[in-house]
């Protein structure tokens, strides 16, 4: 048990070692941290000006307008997307530096490694997030209780390590194909057009491509959250909406594991898991 403790905590400590150099080096490019933080301001302008002139009976179902429809979508999307880019682009820059070499020398769990990269991501997400939540208050006319604000962080927990395993299986493609981006690129299209961001999918050929939506995490985080925004707040919707995105975490959680080992063999075997 102490063992176990001990090696936990020593990885938690490499993890935030990991975190720090991000930090520093993002503090470095003040004008780009900052310029991100403006870069949302006007997309969520742009969005504004859009759907004062769209028909918002798109989005009767989910009880909001159509800008907070699009605001819901955005945020989550923002905050799930910049996650799952964060990490294959962060290798790839690790390899063509030759820092991987230097950090793969370190006694750590190269799983551990790959979900600890995206410390940083996340913790700058969390700001963007919160910004939208701040920007939705003032358009959003209801009250959230301490019970929907308890049921959207642990949805946001789980969907931030859906993320990071969507995330690890790029990483492992960016390892094979010495691209990144691959993997994780295709997976953000789809999201796009099947995970009701900034339309409902239902309105794809009629709903007939709606299944393949349940197979992408940010389908149910995005039906949580909003449903948490609406005025309509509907328990059992969210609670079913909470399992369903479990269940894709656990699915990508195993899949990560596995494709990131087999990416490891394989990208030792042909010499290219420490060269670019």
Do not use: W
Not at 52 to 75: H, K, P, Q, S, V
Not at 236 to 258: P, Q, R
């Amino acid at each position: 048990m102490n063992c176990l403790i001990s090696m936990i905590a020593e990885s938690l400590k490499k993890i935030k070692s990991i975190f720090i150099k991000d930090m520093q080096m993002a503090k470095s490019y003040k004008f780009s941290f900052i310029a991100q933080y403006f870069f949302l301001f006007g997309q969520i302008l742009l969005f504004y000006l859009i759907s004062l002139y769209l028909d918002r009976t798109l989005t009767e179902f989910a009880n909001l307008n159509y800008f907070l429809f699009i605001l819901t979508g955005m945020c989550v999307f923002d905050f799930g997307s910049s996650i799952i880019n964060y990490g294959p682009r962060e290798l790839l820059t690790m390899k063509q530096s030759g820092i991987l070499e230097e950090i793969i020398q370190l006694n750590i769990s190269k799983f551990i490694f790959f979900m600890g990269i995206n410390v940083y991501q996340i913790f700058v997400s969390i700001i963007r997030f919160i910004i939208f939540l701040l920007i939705i208050r003032v358009f959003f006319d209801g009250t959230i209780n301490i019970f929907e604000v308890t049921v959207l962080t642990i949805s946001l927990l789980i969907f931030v390590f859906s993320c990071i395993f969507i995330g690890i299986i790029g990483s492992a493609f960016t390892l094979i194909f010495y691209k990144a981006n691959i993997f994780t690129t295709i997976f953000i299209f789809l999201t796009i057009l099947f995970s009701n961001v900034y339309y409902p999918s239902e309105i794809i050929l009629d709903g007939a491509l709606e299944p393949f939506s349940q197979i992408l995490s940010f389908t149910p985080m995005i039906e949580i959250f909003r449903d948490i925004i609406s005025n309509d707040y509907n328990l059992d919707y969210s609670y079913i909406n909470l399992i369903h995105l479990i269940c894709l975490t656990l699915l990508y959680g195993v899949t990560s594991y596995y494709v990131l080992s087999f990416a490891i063999k394989k990208s030792k075997k042909n010499g290219s898991f420490l060269f670019y």
